[in-house]
């Protein structure tokens, strides 16, 4: 079975400031990741993913995450923040050994305050 | 025009109603699906379709139906509601390979009292 946890219910950061979302999941096999964005009264917006390669990967709107298969984690990173980044972050893994099915964590809501 | 299109956005209704969500979408893709949206507890998957004839149950589909009418269009029913299906339903397509990311309509918020 997959998971995803993301150990962080909430994180605020000033305007202005790096800004790290932690992101942590388990898998039996070669996993897919991915960064999905959620604002108010919208669906999920796709930001960025890692399939192989770098362990570094870039997205939307300035975003990154760092790929690290020794510690199963995938954090979400920016390295500095607007207000307008404030919003609900979901980290999402995809076994692909296991069916291709995608599998969401609970979600982290990000305050970038001015 | 939205890539993928869900109706009604928003829906209150009483218990024991049946109640149909709508979906469709413009991208071309086979795959389909149904999630659930409570807080904190992220997306769960209800219902998936790899193509018109392939539908398949997800983690939580007690209580669910879905219809897979053509390649744009998947429907999600709930036969007769109850006060813990209100949630924020979520419409998704993605393409045939494992690592394109899935799309996401705007969302139902559905309320059952």
């Known amino acids: 079975a997959q998971s995803v946890a993301q150990p962080e219910d909430q994180v605020n950061v000033a305007e202005g400031n790096p800004l790290t979302v932690k992101c942590t999941y388990s898998?039996?096999?070669?996993?897919?990741l991915f960064w999905y964005v959620q604002y108010p009264n919208r669906g999920l917006q796709f930001l960025l993913k890692?399939?192989?390669?770098?362990?570094l990967v870039k997205g939307s709107y300035g975003f990154e995450a760092e790929f690290n298969k020794s510690q199963t984690s995938f954090h979400l990173k920016k390295p500095s923040a607007l207000v307008s980044d404030s919003a609900l972050y979901f980290c999402a893994v995809r076994d692909y050994d296991a069916g291709n099915m995608l599998t969401f964590g609970g979600g982290t809501r990000l305050m970038v305050k001015p | 025009d939205a890539d993928v299109t869900q109706t009604p956005r928003n829906r209150i209704t009483k218990t024991g109603k049946r109640i149909m969500l709508e979906c469709s979408q413009t991208?071309?893709?086979?795959?389909m699906y149904w999630y659930r949206q409570d807080p904190g507890l992220g997306l769960r998957l209800i219902y998936y379709?790899?193509?018109?004839?392939?539908?398949n149950k997800g983690e939580i589909s007690d209580g669910y139906s879905v219809s897979r009418q053509a390649q744009a269009k998947f429907s999600l029913s709930l036969e007769s509601a109850i006060p813990n299906q209100t949630a924020l339903y979520f419409c998704a397509t993605s393409g045939g390979q494992a690592y394109q990311p899935q799309h996401f309509g705007d969302g139902t918020r559905l309320s059952i009292l």
């Open positions: 890692y399939i192989t390669g770098d362990n």
């Open positions: 379709s790899f193509d018109v004839k392939d539908i």
């Open positions: 991208k071309g893709h086979d795959r």
């Open positions: 898998v039996s096999g070669n996993p897919y």
